[in-house]
């Protein structure tokens, strides 16, 4: 197809769509681009299809910096912030290099837990609607044979777990012959001593011309020694001139132990909460909490990682779909998972880490949009809490009596410039 039909084709096809537009105000954190749309990368017109349909009108700087480097055959190792469009920076060109009449895994995505897994494999499922793409989830927590029977269908791209795809590679059950592409999203976390051994042990057994991309916010030195060890055609993406969304605004509520619950209570009647994540740092407190949040008379659910796997997946989804305003966690759900409603994340616990604390408060404010972080503090925790504003490099004050909804609640009658 032509240039000019191809262009007008793709016209005539997003305004057949009819997507409603998403008019909150966005931050420089996905603003702050060359203004290049997605056409200019020559990407397939079926996944110009897929792209629109799913909303993404125009490429963040993650995706705009991301995209050209991957299709020209580039590792790439790219450090962006929570919530700036990572995910989709990997999937698009990953998926345009696939050619879906060849029956046969061609990208393995992996990611560190299994929430991360079915929310990845649901974007690239609907990136790839229009190329005929059939994407597979490969997790720990489901039965094996579900997993074997998967793999024996044509599968084009699989989203794993590690140690899940290791298994099935080593029973060879998976022939990954043909796989050009390996991506770790929260890499981070992948290469930490939890996953490390299991991912090297995976790259043994696909083809060494394959490409390897890393994506994640924080990168460690076990992130530095992999890329030395396996990635000889590196380049090298970075965004984090700050660590911090600037859109998320962050507060701390300095209290006793046992007045948490009542601060808890005074956030809910004071905030306009469209959802909100409270993050705990132990399994039975987030239990706890749940059931005192929901003797309260709120709409509260609860997930982590001791859960069986079908309820996890039912809470995930219930959340998800907006069934209630309130989810309490352990940092199960801490990396990568995308709830564009969620504008309130709670610390009921102070993390130890700067890192765990960044990727919890970038549950909200994702994709440029406002959001509220809120640190409910003892004396325990303030060695902790100075030590994290230190290695951020901010200054988190205290709450205020009143929070200004402008921080963080969206007015359709505001001014709606930068739109997604």
Same mark, same amino acid.
């Given at each position: 197809?032509?240039?000019?039909?191809?262009?007008?084709?793709?016209?005539?096809?997003?305004?057949?769509?009819?997507?409603?537009?998403? #008019?909150?105000?966005?931050?420089?954190?996905?603003?702050?681009?060359?203004?290049?749309?997605?056409?200019?990368?020559?990407?397939? !017109?079926?996944?110009?299809?897929?792209?629109?349909? +799913?909303?993404?009108?125009?490429?963040?700087?993650?995706?705009? #910096?991301?995209?050209?480097?991957?299709?020209?055959?580039?590792?790439?190792?790219?450090?962006?912030?929570?919530?700036?469009?990572?995910?989709?920076?990997?999937?698009?060109?990953?998926?345009?290099?696939?050619?879906?009449?060849?029956?046969?895994?061609?990208?393995?995505?992996?990611?560190?837990?299994?929430?991360?897994?079915?929310?990845?494999?649901?974007?690239?499922?609907?990136?790839?609607?229009?190329?005929?793409?059939?994407?597979?989830?490969?997790?720990?927590?489901?039965?094996?044979?579900?997993?074997?029977?998967?793999?024996?269908?044509?599968?084009?791209?699989?989203?794993?777990?590690?140690?899940?795809?290791?298994?099935?590679?080593?029973?060879?059950?998976?022939?990954?012959?043909?796989?050009?592409?390996?991506?770790?999203?929260?890499?981070?976390?992948?290469?930490?001593?939890?996953?490390?051994?299991?991912?090297?042990?995976?790259?043994?057994?696909?083809?060494?011309?394959?490409?390897?991309?890393?994506?994640?916010?924080?990168?460690?030195?076990?992130?530095?020694?992999? !890329?030395?060890?396996?990635?000889?055609?590196? +380049?090298?993406?970075?965004?984090?001139?700050?660590? /911090?969304?600037?859109?998320?605004?962050?507060?701390?509520?300095?209290?006793?132990?046992?007045?948490?619950?009542?601060?808890?209570? /005074?956030?809910?009647?004071?905030?306009?909460?469209?959802?909100?994540?409270?993050?705990?740092?132990?399994?039975?407190?987030?239990?706890?909490?749940?059931?005192?949040?929901?003797?309260?008379?709120?709409?509260?659910?609860?997930?982590?990682?001791?859960?069986?796997?079908?309820?996890?997946?039912?809470?995930?989804?219930?959340?998800?779909?907006?069934?209630?305003?309130?989810?309490?966690?352990?940092?199960?759900?801490?990396?990568?998972?995308?709830?564009?409603?969620?504008?309130?994340?709670?610390?009921?616990?102070?993390?130890?880490?700067?890192?765990?604390?960044?990727?919890?408060?970038?549950?909200?404010? !994702?994709?440029?949009?406002?959001?509220?972080?809120?640190?409910?503090?003892?004396?325990?925790?303030?060695?902790?809490?100075?030590?994290?504003?230190?290695?951020?490099?901010?200054?988190?004050?205290?709450?205020?009596?009143?929070?200004?909804?402008?921080?963080?609640?969206?007015?359709?009658?505001?001014?709606?410039?930068?739109?997604?």
């Amino acid at each position: 197809m032509a240039s000019g039909s191809a262009d007008k084709f793709l016209e005539n096809f997003r305004a057949s769509l009819k997507l409603t537009p998403d #008019l909150r105000p966005q931050t420089e954190d996905v603003t702050r681009t060359m203004g290049k749309s997605f056409q200019d990368f020559g990407l397939k !017109r079926e996944l110009l299809m897929g792209i629109y349909q +799913k909303g993404f009108n125009s490429p963040s700087p993650v995706q705009e #910096l991301s995209i050209p480097l991957v299709l020209a055959g580039h590792d790439l190792l790219a450090r962006s912030k929570n919530g700036t469009g990572k995910t989709a920076a990997y999937l698009i060109p990953a998926i345009h290099k696939i050619d879906t009449a060849k029956k046969v895994l061609q990208v393995i995505v992996l990611v560190p837990a299994r929430e991360l897994a079915m929310q990845t494999s649901s974007i690239a499922k609907e990136l790839g609607l229009h190329m005929g793409l059939q994407v597979v989830v490969c997790t720990g927590g489901t039965k094996l044979h579900e997993d074997i029977l998967r793999f024996q269908q044509t599968v084009h791209l699989a989203v794993c777990t590690p140690g899940r795809i290791l298994d099935l590679c080593e029973r060879q059950l998976v022939d990954t012959k043909a796989c050009h592409t390996v991506v770790l999203d929260e890499a981070d976390k992948l290469l930490s001593d939890d996953f490390s051994v299991s991912i090297e042990q995976l790259l043994r057994v696909i083809p060494k011309s394959r490409q390897i991309l890393l994506f994640s916010a924080t990168f460690p030195a076990s992130v530095q020694t992999f !890329r030395d060890k396996f990635m000889k055609n590196c +380049k090298d993406i970075n965004l984090m001139d700050q660590l /911090t969304l600037k859109g998320v605004t962050q507060f701390y509520a300095f209290v006793e132990e046992k007045q948490k619950v009542h601060c808890l209570n /005074t956030i809910f009647a004071r905030l306009t909460i469209n959802q909100c994540i409270i993050f705990c740092n132990s399994v039975s407190r987030v239990e706890l909490l749940a059931q005192k949040i929901s003797q309260a008379g709120y709409s509260c659910m609860y997930i982590h990682s001791k859960m069986e796997q079908p309820l996890r997946n039912s809470v995930f989804h219930d959340f998800r779909a907006g069934n209630s305003r309130i989810l309490v966690c352990s940092d199960l759900f801490n990396r990568g998972i995308d709830i564009p409603a969620v504008n309130v994340v709670v610390n009921f616990d102070f993390p130890s880490t700067a890192e765990t604390y960044l990727h919890r408060i970038g549950r909200s404010g !994702r994709f440029g949009h406002l959001g509220l972080a809120i640190n409910l503090i003892t004396g325990k925790d303030t060695d902790e809490f100075q030590r994290i504003e230190r290695e951020l490099g901010v200054t988190i004050g205290p709450i205020p009596a009143q929070v200004d909804p402008s921080l963080y609640v969206f007015s359709p009658s505001a001014d709606a410039e930068g739109t997604d």
